[in-house]
């Protein structure tokens, strides 16, 4: 009995193995929690990337959670799906953003009067800026 | 001990039996599918109750909030993320362990 269920089973084996994966079929369960789950895991994300100065977080950890959005998106709704709807642009655009701004950020307190990502010097440029019209408007 | 103490303790052993009941499900289970079965549902209802006794133990402040958040989406996701392992690996042609086959 056994045995026989044994051979009855051996070439669906087969089968399952050398049929080739068919394309992805939704999970409703998965696409509705993802929906659900989203954009609150988008919001945590950037949370705690601009939470990172005084508490845990900080940019690596909110790029890990809003990298999660996309990979959970991927996960629900297919990974081909999730390319073609994020299209080859957005990726280069927002990897351009950030290394524009991190140089901006840099130079920027070299401009004030500072070293190369000395932030120090756009609290005293502030501070000295907002002193000046301070005395200006008490002056004027 | 106030009523709120004892709730509290009453909450986290709960989530600790339940977490242990996890545990020792995804060591003596025999396949993934039973080990899922296991880790899911005693898996979240250990968190939740842990989450509620930090909920409550926090009283009325922000982090009761936070820890209320955590608790409902915990709740959401643990048994989704168990549904779409053990869905993946259906698909995968994972044949579930029977009694016929031999001891894992």
Same mark, same amino acid.
């Given at each position: 009995?056994?045995?026989?269920?044994?051979?009855?089973?051996?070439?669906?084996?087969?089968?399952?193995?050398?049929?080739?994966?068919?394309?992805?079929?939704?999970?409703?369960?998965?696409?509705?929690?993802?929906?659900?789950?989203?954009?609150?895991?988008?919001?945590?994300?950037?949370?705690?990337?601009?939470?990172?100065?005084?508490?845990?977080?900080?940019?690596?950890? *909110?790029?890990?959670?809003?990298?999660?959005?996309?990979?959970?998106?991927?996960?629900?709704?297919?990974?081909?799906?999730?390319?073609?709807?994020?299209?080859?642009?957005?990726?280069?655009?927002?990897? *351009?953003?950030?290394?524009?701004?991190?140089?901006?950020?840099?130079?920027?307190?070299?401009?004030?009067?500072?070293?190369?990502?000395?932030?120090?010097?756009?609290?005293?440029?502030?501070?000295?800026?907002?002193?000046?019209?301070?005395?200006?408007?008490?002056?004027? | 001990?106030?009523?709120?103490?004892?709730?509290?303790?009453?909450?986290?052993?709960?989530?600790?039996?339940?977490?242990?009941?996890?545990?020792?499900?995804?060591?003596?289970?025999?396949?993934?599918?039973?080990?899922?079965?296991?880790?899911?549902?005693?898996?979240?209802?250990?968190?939740?109750?842990?989450?509620?006794?930090?909920?409550?133990?926090?009283?009325?402040?922000?982090?009761?909030?936070?820890?209320?958040?955590?608790?409902?989406?915990?709740?959401?996701?643990?048994?989704?993320?168990?549904?779409?392992?053990?869905?993946?690996?259906?698909?995968? *042609?994972?044949?579930?362990?029977?009694?016929?086959?031999?001891?894992?």
């Amino acid at each position: 009995m056994s045995d026989r269920q044994g051979e009855q089973s051996d070439p669906e084996d087969d089968d399952t193995v050398q049929k080739p994966q068919g394309p992805y079929v939704e999970s409703p369960i998965i696409m509705t929690t993802v929906r659900v789950i989203a954009p609150f895991v988008f919001t945590l994300g950037l949370f705690v990337m601009f939470h990172g100065a005084d508490s845990s977080g900080g940019g690596f950890q *909110g790029g890990v959670i809003v990298g999660t959005v996309v990979l959970m998106l991927g996960i629900a709704f297919g990974i081909e799906t999730t390319r073609e709807w994020i299209g080859p642009q957005l990726p280069i655009a927002v990897i *351009g953003v950030g290394v524009l701004s991190f140089l901006l950020i840099g130079t920027g307190s070299v401009v004030v009067g500072g070293g190369f990502l000395e932030y120090a010097a756009y609290a005293s440029a502030t501070a000295s800026s907002t002193v000046s019209s301070w005395s200006n408007s008490q002056s004027g | 001990m106030t009523p709120t103490e004892i709730l509290v303790l009453v909450l986290a052993a709960g989530g600790v039996f339940f977490s242990l009941v996890a545990a020792v499900g995804l060591v003596r289970m025999p396949d993934l599918y039973t080990r899922a079965h296991s880790s899911s549902k005693s898996e979240t209802l250990g968190a939740v109750l842990a989450l509620a006794a930090v909920a409550i133990a926090f009283g009325t402040q922000l982090s009761t909030i936070k820890a209320v958040l955590l608790l409902v989406f915990m709740f959401l996701t643990n048994p989704t993320a168990a549904h779409a392992i053990t869905r993946a690996s259906a698909e995968q *042609g994972i044949e579930p362990w029977t009694t016929e086959d031999d001891d894992p």
